[in-house]
């Protein structure tokens, strides 16, 4: 069981903004551990997409960014594009668990 | 560039051994300075990471998996392994190797940079 819950979908029109929830409690984002993104398409491994919060790696558009606030963290879209349509992964590490947790993924559809 | 491969068998009876080699290529793992780890993904639970090996032989187990979990590094061959036993229906799932990196010199801040394509892992008789 994925102990960061994600809305499980987000859509919007090309061009819109979009936002990704990401909520934890105080073993994981709320004891101040680092979220990461991934962007996975069908059939396809999860790319990196956001790590340490809001840095993006090499080649990821600056239409992608981070943010973390308390127990919950959101992954924003900007200016949609269709390729933008993806599942979406938040990841951290819980205290509890002892050891690196997953989201239970947002599918994104551009209408 | 950094590449990483699964192989393995793709059906796997109950209660047998479940094992996996992730190829490495683009990088020294005997160099140091990355973790490599093993994540699944099952159809409906989502992803799930599994463990990490260091290239020196340090390991660290998901608690859940730790009785029956084994990760291991073999740099000449440039290679990691994973092996689980005792299998269950509930091990089916699409498993991926991925390449842990550093953020800061605290493990749990690290992110999973690099991933193979995974391979399907179906436990059946």
């Known amino acids: 069981q994925s102990v960061l819950t994600q809305s499980p979908s987000v859509s919007g029109a090309p061009g819109q903004r979009v936002t990704i929830s990401c909520t934890g409690n105080?073993?994981?984002?709320?004891?101040?551990?680092?979220i990461h993104w991934y962007q996975q398409f069908p059939g396809t491994a999860p790319k990196l997409l956001i790590y340490?919060?809001?840095n993006r790696p090499s080649g990821v558009p600056d239409r992608f960014s981070g943010s973390k606030s308390g127990t919950s963290a959101s992954l924003a879209i900007t200016g949609l594009q269709a390729e933008d349509e993806a599942d979406y992964y938040c990841?951290?590490?819980?205290?509890?668990?002892?050891?690196?947790?997953f989201g239970t993924g947002t599918k994104v559809t551009v209408l | 560039q950094v590449q990483l491969q699964e192989s393995g068998p793709g059906l796997v009876k109950p209660s047998q051994t479940l094992s996996l080699t992730c190829s490495v290529s683009g990088v020294s793992m005997g160099r140091g300075g990355y973790y490599w780890t093993w994540v699944r993904q099952h159809p409906v639970k989502g992803l799930e990471w599994l463990g990490y090996?260091?290239?020196?032989?340090?390991?660290y187990y998901h608690p859940s998996l730790k009785s029956r979990l084994t990760i291991s590094v073999d740099t000449s061959k440039s290679q990691f392994s994973l092996k689980l036993t005792s299998v269950t229906a509930a091990d089916t799932a699409v498993y991926y190797c991925a390449r842990l990196a550093p953020l800061g010199v605290v493990t749990s801040r690290w992110y999973f940079d690099v991933w193979g394509r995974g391979t399907l892992v179906t436990v059946s008789s």
């Open positions: 105080s073993s994981n984002i709320g004891a101040d551990f680092d």
């Open positions: 990841q951290s590490f819980d205290n509890s668990l002892r050891g690196y947790v």
């Open positions: 090996a260091y290239y020196s032989g340090i390991t």
């Open positions: 340490g919060n809001n």
